[in-house]
């Protein structure tokens, strides 16, 4: 009992504030679950039950994700359904200006591909259903070992914060904040740094709103977004492909980096493909989005096959936890993905990558932030016309460093670098079925497999 009696102890103690005990499927089993109440001070001699919490009505749920038990589960459940559906339906309930859900195992889930699952066969499914359509504001769980966030979908008609490890670097506090006004709910990792950041109403995202970038100490912005305008104007031909982002793809316009793109990309003697670089120096989601619309895409142009997007390390790097989460930084990037919908009415492939690592790697600051943004960033894949692509391991070494053969100073590509990522544009126009040039020479077809 000493993993669970410490920290609740350590909470009351330290935090001094109240603690309640949500049991995990791992305290159902053999003697411990025999035992568990024993060292509980449980309301109405249940582990689950429900409270006022300032504005908000929070109801604890006791969650079973098996039948490996001693008791007679069913009647359990069934006798935990009828108590939360008299709750419902209580004065309680329907005054409360919000409505928050607490329990280990989650109703659904998503895979590494970002796939949604739901088991209705697992005994703590019912409870579930009985929430729906109950205008429950917020569920907060646990049980997936992976921090995780899900927006309401076909499942659910609520968001779903989910914690992290029980491992010390994979630990979370999801932090739940409310007044009369709004309520905000932080799932934060063990360094305090906020892997996802929720609130109803939304707060302002900078993320989103489209403007022209303003500070640019190394370069001029505007110049280069004329310079980038004024390629498409005069391009010869729709390209097949453009790329959109910042210095990542800008870099490729040096001379040291350009072999590769000369190769594959420049639509002249053996280049299979004939693209646009469009990415600019400085570079975050909200300039890339006004950008976007304004002159990328001529409305009398024909839109580009493909266009892949690389956006965003600028806005983690260059602004603190507090004025653009993870969340805001994709939804940045959903934003992005929704405008060249919009502009080339649905005629382009869109590849979105997800951000690469950087500086000291998978421990750095700001790569961390990158990853908590790709979480969210690949769900915008319908494999449809929305396609991600994760290729940032391939920039690492085996020790989760920072390779900089191919990322020189850590962050931006060299030669090495590029040619990385010419062989994954390549595969990945292959798969999406656009065709190399017809007139490039006999190496094309050699050089695009």
Same mark, same amino acid.
């Given at each position: 009992?000493?993993?669970?009696?410490?920290?609740?102890?350590?909470?009351?103690?330290?935090?001094?504030?109240?603690?309640?005990?949500?049991?995990?499927?791992?305290?159902?089993?053999?003697?411990?679950?025999?035992?568990?109440?024993?060292?509980?001070?449980?309301?109405?001699?249940?582990?689950?039950?429900?409270?006022?919490?300032?504005?908000?009505?929070?109801?604890?749920?006791?969650?079973?994700?098996?039948?490996?038990?001693?008791?007679?589960?069913?009647?359990?459940?069934?006798?935990?359904?009828?108590?939360?559906?008299?709750?419902?339906?209580?004065?309680?309930?329907?005054?409360?200006?919000?409505?928050?859900?607490?329990?280990?195992?989650?109703?659904?889930?998503?895979?590494?591909?970002?796939?949604?699952?739901?088991?209705?066969?697992?005994?703590?499914?019912?409870?579930?259903?009985?929430?729906?359509?109950?205008?429950?504001?917020?569920?907060?769980?646990?049980?997936?070992?992976?921090?995780?966030?899900?927006?309401?979908?076909?499942?659910?008609?609520?968001?779903?914060?989910?914690?992290?490890?029980?491992?010390?670097?994979?630990?979370?506090?999801?932090?739940?904040?409310?007044?009369?006004?709004?309520?905000?709910?932080?799932?934060?990792?063990?360094?305090?740094?906020?892997?996802?950041?929720?609130?109803?109403?939304?707060?302002?995202?900078?993320?989103?709103?489209?403007?022209?970038?303003?500070?640019?100490?190394?370069?001029?912005?505007?110049?280069?977004?004329?310079?980038?305008?004024?390629?498409?104007?005069?391009?010869?031909?729709?390209?097949?492909?453009?790329?959109?982002?910042?210095?990542?793809?800008?870099?490729?316009?040096?001379?040291?980096?350009?072999?590769?793109?000369?190769?594959?990309?420049?639509?002249?003697?053996?280049?299979?493909?004939?693209?646009?670089?469009?990415?600019?120096?400085?570079?975050?989601?909200?300039?890339?989005?006004?950008?976007?619309?304004?002159?990328?895409?001529?409305?009398?142009?024909?839109?580009? $096959?493909?266009?892949?997007?690389? +956006? !965003?390390?600028? =806005?983690?790097?260059?602004? %603190? @936890?507090?004025?653009?989460?993870? &969340?805001?930084?994709?939804?940045?990037?959903?934003?992005?993905?929704?405008?060249?919908?919009?502009?080339?009415?649905?005629?382009?492939?869109?590849?979105?990558?997800?951000?690469?690592?950087?500086? $000291?790697?998978?421990?750095?600051? +700001? !790569?961390?932030? =990158?990853?908590?943004?790709? %979480? @969210?960033?690949?769900?915008?894949? &319908?494999?449809?016309?929305?396609?991600?692509?994760?290729?940032?391991?391939?920039?690492?070494?085996?020790?989760?460093?920072?390779?900089?053969?191919?990322?020189?100073?850590?962050?931006?590509?060299?030669?090495?670098?590029?040619?990385?990522?010419?062989?994954?544009?390549?595969?990945?126009?292959?798969?999406?079925?656009?065709?190399?040039?017809?007139?490039?020479?006999?190496?094309?077809?050699?050089?695009?497999?």
């Amino acid at each position: 009992m000493k993993f669970v009696n410490a920290p609740m102890a350590y909470v009351g103690r330290e935090l001094h504030c109240a603690t309640r005990y949500v049991r995990g499927n791992h305290e159902y089993v053999q003697g411990f679950a025999r035992h568990l109440p024993d060292y509980m001070g449980l309301q109405n001699g249940q582990f689950y039950g429900a409270v006022d919490f300032g504005p908000a009505r929070v109801v604890f749920l006791d969650t079973v994700g098996g039948r490996r038990y001693y008791w007679d589960l069913d009647g359990y459940i069934a006798e935990e359904a009828e108590w939360l559906k008299r709750e419902v339906a209580s004065p309680e309930w329907k005054r409360a200006k919000y409505r928050v859900a607490i329990g280990h195992i989650p109703p659904c889930w998503r895979d590494a591909k970002g796939k949604l699952h739901q088991d209705v066969n697992m005994p703590c499914a019912p409870l579930y259903e009985i929430l729906k359509g109950q205008g429950l504001t917020a569920m907060i769980c646990a049980h997936d070992h992976v921090p995780n966030f899900m927006a309401p979908n076909e499942v659910i008609d609520y968001p779903l914060f989910v914690g992290g490890a029980p491992s010390v670097k994979g630990s979370t506090i999801m932090r739940c904040e409310m007044d009369d006004e709004s309520i905000r709910i932080r799932i934060l990792d063990y360094q305090g740094v906020a892997i996802h950041d929720w609130s109803d109403p939304p707060r302002p995202c900078i993320a989103t709103n489209s403007m022209p970038l303003t500070t640019s100490p190394k370069h001029d912005w505007w110049a280069s977004h004329l310079y980038r305008v004024n390629q498409v104007k005069t391009a010869p031909r729709a390209p097949d492909f453009v790329l959109l982002g910042d210095s990542i793809f800008h870099y490729w316009d040096a001379e040291r980096n350009q072999a590769s793109w000369k190769k594959f990309f420049s639509g002249e003697g053996d280049a299979p493909y004939y693209g646009l670089n469009l990415g600019i120096q400085g570079d975050r989601t909200e300039s890339l989005l006004w950008r976007i619309q304004n002159g990328l895409f001529p409305t009398d142009a024909v839109p580009p $096959k493909a266009a892949f997007i690389l +956006i !965003g390390t600028n =806005n983690t790097a260059n602004r %603190r @936890i507090e004025k653009e989460s993870p &969340d805001d930084t994709a939804a940045g990037v959903a934003a992005i993905v929704e405008q060249v919908k919009a502009a080339t009415q649905g005629r382009t492939k869109i590849v979105v990558y997800g951000l690469l690592p950087r500086g $000291k790697g998978v421990s750095d600051p +700001i !790569g961390i932030r =990158n990853q908590y943004a790709n %979480r @969210i960033i690949r769900t915008l894949a &319908d494999n449809k016309t929305v396609f991600y692509r994760d290729i940032g391991g391939k920039f690492l070494n085996k020790d989760g460093t920072v390779n900089l053969e191919l990322l020189d100073d850590g962050l931006h590509a060299g030669p090495g670098g590029f040619e990385v990522l010419a062989e994954d544009i390549l595969k990945t126009l292959k798969a999406l079925g656009v065709a190399p040039r017809s007139d490039a020479g006999a190496t094309a077809g050699k050089d695009s497999r």
